[in-house]
């Protein structure tokens, strides 16, 4: 089955360092894509994909069914955004709340920490396509997704263990 991921993206997101969309985007080249979310024009292309059906919004919180089952799913639309700008673009888009929704359960905890006030419960973009990849049978595009998201996040996670130890140092040294 052909697999198709459609990053529905806050035109904040998109420049971003931060934004694990684009990780997404250079590993699944032509299975994936990203239109930049407006809430006067919703995207044409996308709107004809999903009365087509196969199509499934990926969001947190209530899903149409208990266990997420993808039998017949080969599109899946991610908001790419933060939680709260997801919200919005959710409940802004009429033609969202159309698509089937669907959520996954994820195998372990995000390692996602770029940003402040991250859900618990959340993942990133790029961690939510891994799920999606492994959970229809991609795990190749999804070992080399993780392997590229977990390069991406070290030089991070440096850079804020250097910047803690400074701050230790200078609560230990007071003037």
């Not at 639309?77 to 709260?84: A, G, L, V």
């Not at 190749?140 to 991070?156: H, K, N, Q, S, T």
Request: charged letters at 25%.
């Amino acid at each position: 089955m052909q697999l198709k991921i459609t990053l529905l993206t806050h035109f904040k997101e998109i420049s971003k360092k931060s934004n694990t969309g684009r990780l997404v985007l250079e590993v699944l080249g032509p299975a994936a894509e990203q239109i930049c979310w407006d809430r006067l024009k919703p995207p044409a292309g996308l709107l004809d994909e999903i009365s087509s059906g196969g199509v499934a919004l990926l969001y947190p919180g209530g899903a149409d069914e208990e266990e997420a089952d993808l039998t017949g799913i080969n599109q899946f639309i991610i908001i790419d955004s933060t939680w709260h700008e997801a919200r919005k673009i959710h409940q802004r888009s009429p033609y969202l709340q159309q698509v089937r929704r669907i959520s996954l359960k994820p195998a372990g905890k995000s390692r996602y920490n770029l940003r402040k006030n991250q859900k618990a419960s959340g993942l990133c973009t790029a961690e939510s396509v891994i799920e999606i990849l492994r959970a229809t049978g991609h795990a190749v595009m999804a070992d080399r997704l993780e392997e590229i998201f977990l390069a991406y996040m070290r030089p991070f996670k440096a850079i804020r263990a250097v910047q803690k130890e400074g701050e230790a140092a200078c609560c230990e040294n007071p003037s």
